[in-house]
């Protein structure tokens, strides 16, 4: 089967040629579907992209002002093992602490490991007032727990993958604030 499209001296590119008022055939019909199986097959859609896209627009719509990371504390590279310790490794490494700044508060959380591979979050906020700290995770329900009158809170077993906090003073004063997406 020839898939050359007829000659169109009006448009014409080299020998090949493209009628822009032409409607597609069945030969442009599987020119295009072979396409897209080869661009499948080479570039594949993650299989998680509904999900994430679902996730980012969710914390969208919170209307939250972002938060800034800051500082990122890592565990030496003993502490994970000799493997990790060569020149080559290029494996991430695990945050331990981060702290997130805005202009109305300042959060730091420390992330340990917890039971059955999960993750404990431990967090303080400053300036200390009553708060309500949102745990966002794509795919899982928002797990909401108040801050004590220290400004500390918790989340005891998490599981890992990306989250983001939204915090909310319990007071009604300013707006609420979330941290970027992280990776539990």
Not at 49 to 59: C, G, N, P, Q
Request: aromatic share 4%; glycine share 10%; hydrophobic share 45%.
């Amino acid at each position: 089967m020839d898939l050359t499209p007829e000659r169109n001296d009006d448009e014409a590119v080299g020998h090949l040629s493209f009628d822009p008022k032409g409607v597609l055939d069945a030969g442009d019909g599987a020119v295009l579907t072979r396409l897209a199986r080869l661009v499948e097959s080479a570039d594949p859609v993650p299989d998680d992209l509904v999900e994430r896209s679902l996730f980012a627009i969710t914390l969208a719509g919170l209307e939250a002002e972002m938060m800034e990371a800051v500082y990122l504390d890592t565990p030496l590279a003993g502490v994970r093992g000799a493997a990790a310790a060569r020149a080559d490794d290029t494996a991430p490494t695990e945050a331990k602490t981060i702290t997130f700044t805005h202009d109305s508060l300042t959060v730091m959380i420390s992330l340990s490991p917890a039971p059955g591979g999960k993750v404990r979050i431990d967090g303080w906020a400053a300036p200390a007032a009553g708060l309500s700290v949102e745990l966002h995770r794509p795919g899982a329900d928002v797990v909401t727990v108040a801050s004590d009158e220290d400004g500390r809170f918790a989340f005891e077993a998490v599981d890992r993958g990306r989250a983001s906090l939204v915090v909310r003073r319990t007071d009604g004063g300013a707006g609420a604030v979330s941290t970027p997406v992280i990776e539990l």
